[in-house]
């Protein structure tokens, strides 16, 4: 099945500090990400549309200038957390849509841990 | 908020099939049932998904109603590593974002 990677698994940063995710498809090319957070004991909660080449489309109640997200390549998309505080602490997980693929659905990958002191 | 209900938990014995069901009494002509699982700290897992078709694969079996407004996906040999939260999400294909629900909390047990 298709593939998507995360980078890092697990950061531990300073508040105040900005933090890059990386989200890779591995073996296919993605045209539309999607980012995702889980608190402890909660469901994952959509962030953002990421589309390669354009701009992300922000749920209500995320912060665009807070939550950075970048789609530069059809293989990558990136979301930067700016001056991150304790209470953006959560799980970050993104997803990539395979449309060329055996099911025309989302894969995840396997998501970073974010923890700010 | 997701278009789905099903139970919060459920008990399966190893070995056995494990059925898990949802409903969605609000689904619309176009819209698909996926079933995803998220194994403790890590993100979801595709199983399977559906149009109005039973479907079925390597991981699962996919049952749709007639009048597709439940389903229940069967897992036919559970084993512990199926230990999950199990979710139930319809949604338009491709492009749509996956709305995530409570999910069951599936235990296999030995």
């Known amino acids: 099945g298709a593939v998507v990677s995360q980078h890092p698994s697990w950061v531990i940063c300073k508040s105040g500090t900005s933090v890059k995710i990386e989200c890779r498809s591995l073996?296919?090319?993605?045209?539309?990400m999607f980012w995702y957070r889980q608190f402890p004991k909660q469901s994952l909660m959509l962030m953002a549309t990421s589309n390669e080449g354009s701009k992300a489309t922000y749920e209500q109640g995320v912060e665009k200038d807070k939550f950075l997200i970048n789609h530069a390549s059809l293989t990558l998309s990136t979301l930067t957390v700016t001056s991150a505080h304790p209470e953006d602490s959560s799980f970050y997980i993104c997803s990539a849509r395979d449309q060329m693929g055996r099911a025309d659905t989302q894969y995840f990958g396997p998501g970073t841990r974010l923890t700010v002191l | 908020d997701a278009k789905t209900t099903q139970p919060t938990s459920m008990d399966c014995a190893e070995g056995r099939a494990a059925n898990l069901p949802c409903n969605h009494s609000t689904i619309s002509g176009n819209e698909y049932v996926y079933w995803y699982r998220q194994i403790h700290s890590q993100g979801p897992q595709y199983i399977i998904h559906?149009?109005?078709n039973n479907e079925t694969n390597e991981m699962a079996s996919l049952i749709i109603t007639e009048d597709r407004k439940s389903s229940t996906l069967i897992l036919p040999h559970a084993t512990l590593r199926d230990t999950a939260v199990y979710y139930c999400i319809v949604s338009l294909s491709g492009n749509t974002p996956l709305v995530f629900g409570k999910g069951t909390r599936l235990s296999v047990i030995a």
């Open positions: 073996d296919f090319q993605a045209t539309t």
């Open positions: 559906g149009l109005k």
